[in-house]
């Protein structure tokens, strides 16, 4: 089983072209409102445009309207949605893309609600994109009871390795990153990209 790597908050066509080239499997485009990442329709539309074909595009919304998301799918083209907010199951389950759900660490309880969703575990208390570290062991609770999960909360590629091997035996789908890899200006950096990627090949021997 290989581990997907997912770099989220690209904001520019070469940052994206650096993350394939790096071997990510997936990116994310964000369309959050405030968030320092936020994109344009027309530039995330460039941006997806430019790696089509060459690792999954996910669009990331915090409780948006149905409006709102179905004006992005128009305009840019994704393979699937990330909810960042307070979205419930029935709200997940009316996308026809698939779903990425994120919640707050490791909360068994916020899991059960979205079953069948692959959950996105950030740090417990800050948030996502702001690059805090947690303790990612205590993912192995959500890994045992079933749940698809992608580790995310401050990795970077020198503790990448570290909150895998926490996991013990327990692999998650996927791992995320965006402050970890990044230079100035939520540019990604192009050598923290390769290495990021490196790190978690090497965790499995695949390099």
């Known amino acids: 089983m290989s581990i997907r790597v997912k770099i989220c908050g690209i904001t520019h066509p070469d940052d994206a072209q650096a993350a394939a080239d790096a071997g990510a499997d997936l990116i994310g485009l964000n369309f959050v409102p405030h968030s320092a990442r936020r994109l344009e329709l027309r530039l995330a539309a460039q941006i997806a445009e430019r ?19 179905d004006r992005v799918l ?28 994120a919640i707050r660490g490791a909360d068994l309880a916020a899991a059960e609600q979205y079953p069948g969703t692959m959950l996105l575990l950030d740090n417990p ?3 996502g994109g ?42 998650p789908w996927g791992v995320d990153v965006a402050t970890g890899v990044e230079g100035g200006n939520q540019r990604k950096d192009v050598a923290k990209l390769a290495a990021f990627v490196k790190a978690v090949r090497e965790t499995f021997g695949k390099e």
């Open 51 to 69: 790696i089509a074909g060459k690792v999954e595009r996910v669009a990331i919304f915090q409780n948006a309207t149905k409006e709102e998301i």
């Open 125 to 127: 208390t800050e948030g």
């Open 130 to 171: 702001k690059g805090v570290a947690w303790n990612w062991a205590d993912a192995r609770a959500l890994l045992e009871a079933g749940h698809d999960v992608i580790l995310s909360g401050g990795l970077d590629p020198d503790n990448v390795r570290r909150a895998l091997d926490s996991l013990g035996e327990w692999l």
């Open 74 to 101: 128009r305009r840019v083209e994704l393979e699937r949605i990330q909810f960042h907010g307070d979205e419930t199951e029935e709200e997940v389950e009316e996308v026809d893309l698939p779903v990425i759900k």
